[in-house]
C-alpha cells in the first residue's frame, strides 16, 4: 500500500481497512532531547538519520524559532528530508482575567508559526497539570477554554491549521473531549499523549477509547504504575519498560484514529509521583471520578511494579542542572529515544521508512 492511501484514509473508525492494515508513519518529539541544545537544523538531520518519516518540533531552542523567514527554511527542509512536520505552542489558560488578552495573542502567534512551517496542527494545553489549573472548577474551566479557542476559529481554518489540544495532566478524557466539541471539531482535536493520563489516575488505554476519535496526532509514552504504601506511584520510563500494553494500544490506534502520525515521545529522568489516594483531602480535585475509571486505574497498577533499571534522575525540583551532570543527561536522553524507536520498529511495528 503506498503511504499517501494511509494518509488520505478517513478520520476515525470509519477508516478503510486497507489503511489499518498499513505501516503507521513514525516520528519522534524533540522535547525528549532538549538537553543536547540542538538547533531546528540539527533535529531535523537526527531525525532523518534515525530513518524516521516524521518530526515534532516542541518547544524548539533555536534562536530563529520566531523568525518567519526561518519558519519557511524550516518547511523547506523538511520537505527535503521526506519528514511530515508537526509544531505547536504552550498552555492555553490564563491564570486570571488580566492575562487573556496576552494567551489569546500568543496562540495566533503559535498558530501562524504552524502555518508557515507547514504544520496541519498546532499544539496547545489547558495547564501543566491539575495543581496549576486557575481558581474555578472543571467545568468553568472546560466553558474558558472553548471561549478562548472559538476567538482563533477562523484565523485557524483560513491557515488550514487545527489547534491539537495535548491530553496532559490537568483533564480527564472525559473532561477533554467536553472542550473539543464545545469549541468544534471543525477547527480542533486531540493530541494524545500516553504518558498524562497516569497522572490524573485514568488509564491510558481507556483515554484512547474516549478520545482516539479526536486524534489529530498521537505520542507515545511509557510509565511504570504500581501500588505505593501511601497510595499509587507513577513514573515515566522508555517505551517498552513500563506497565502500559502498548501492543495493544497501537492496536486500538489503528481502529480508531488510523491516519495519524505516531512520535515517540520518551521524557525520563523524573522520580516516581505518587497519588496519596488515602488522603481524603486530595480527592477534592478528582470530585468527579467516576468509581469504574478508578478502578480501572487501579487493577493497572496491581499489575505494575517499581522501575529497575538505571535512571539519572534530572528533575531536581526547580534546582537548576548541575554541569557535571548534562553529559549524563544528555546521553541518557539520546539512549532511552533510540531505545525507544528500536522498540517500536521491532515490537510495534510502527515507521514506513522501516
Given at each position: 500500500m503506498e503511504r499517501r492511501t494511509f494518509l488520505g484514509g478517513a478520520m476515525g473508525a470509519g477508516a478503510a481497512?486497507?489503511?489499518?492494515?498499513?505501516?503507521?508513519?513514525?516520528?519522534?518529539n524533540t522535547y525528549c532531547l532538549r538537553s543536547l541544545r540542538w538547533n531546528d537544523a540539527q533535529l531535523l538531520d537526527y531525525c532523518a538519520s534515525q530513518r524516521l518519516d516524521a518530526i515534532f518540533l516542541q518547544d524548539s531552542q533555536d534562536p530563529k524559532r520566531d523568525d518567519p523567514a526561518h519558519w519557511k527554511w524550516v518547511r523547506g527542509r523538511a520537505k527535503e528530508l521526506g519528514l511530515h512536520l508537526?509544531?505547536?505552542?504552550s498552555s492555553l489558560l490564563p491564570r486570571n482575567a488580566s492575562e487573556m488578552d496576552a494567551k489569546i495573542a500568543l496562540l495566533r502567534r503559535n498558530i501562524e508559526r504552524a502555518a508557515g512551517m507547514g504544520s496541519p496542527l498546532v499544539r496547545s494545553l489547558l495547564a501543566s497539570d491539575r495543581a496549576s489549573l486557575p481558581p474555578g472548577t472543571?467545568?468553568?474551566h472546560v466553558e474558558t477554554a472553548v471561549k478562548m479557542l472559538r476567538m482563533v476559529r477562523t484565523q485557524a481554518m483560513d491557515s488550514g491549521v487545527k489547534v491539537a489540544i495535548e491530553v496532559h495532566k490537568d483533564l480527564q478524557a472525559r473532561e477533554h473531549a467536553q472542550v473539543v466539541e464545545g469549541a468544534g471539531r471543525e477547527f480542533v482535536g486531540t493530541y494524545l499523549d500516553t504518558g498524562n493520563p497516569v497522572f490524573v489516575m485514568e488509564d491510558p488505554m481507556q483515554t484512547l477509547e474516549v478520545l482516539g476519535k479526536y486524534a489529530l496526532t498521537v505520542h507515545l509514552r511509557d510509565s511504570v504504575v504500581y501500588e505505593h504504601p501511601k497510595g499509587i506511584a507513577v513514573q515515566w520510563v522508555p517505551l517498552g519498560e513500563g506497565t502500559i500494553d502498548f501492543p495493544a494500544i497501537v492496536r486500538k490506534a489503528r481502529e480508531v484514529c488510523s491516519n495519524v502520525h505516531i512520535f515517540i515521545k520518551p521524557i525520563t529522568g523524573r522520580p516516581p509521583y505518587v497519588h496519596p489516594i488515602f488522603d481524603a483531602a486530595y480527592w477534592a480535585e478528582y470530585a468527579e471520578v467516576r468509581a469504574a475509571d478508578f478502578a480501572r486505574f487501579l487493577a493497572l497498577a496491581k499489575k505494575g511494579r517499581p522501575y529497575e533499571g538505571h535512571v539519572v534522575i534530572e528533575d531536581l525540583q526547580n534546582v537548576p542542572t548541575p554541569a557535571h551532570f548534562l553529559p549524563a543527561i544528555q546521553f541518557q536522553q539520546r539512549d532511552h529515544m533510540e531505545r525507544s524507536i528500536g522498540y517500536a520498529r521491532k515490537?510495534?511495528?510502527?515507521?514506513v521508512r522501516s
Open positions: 481497512a486497507a489503511s489499518i492494515a498499513g505501516p503507521i508513519p513514525m516520528g519522534l508537526e509544531t505547536g505552542g472543571i467545568a468553568q515490537t510495534l511495528g510502527l515507521g
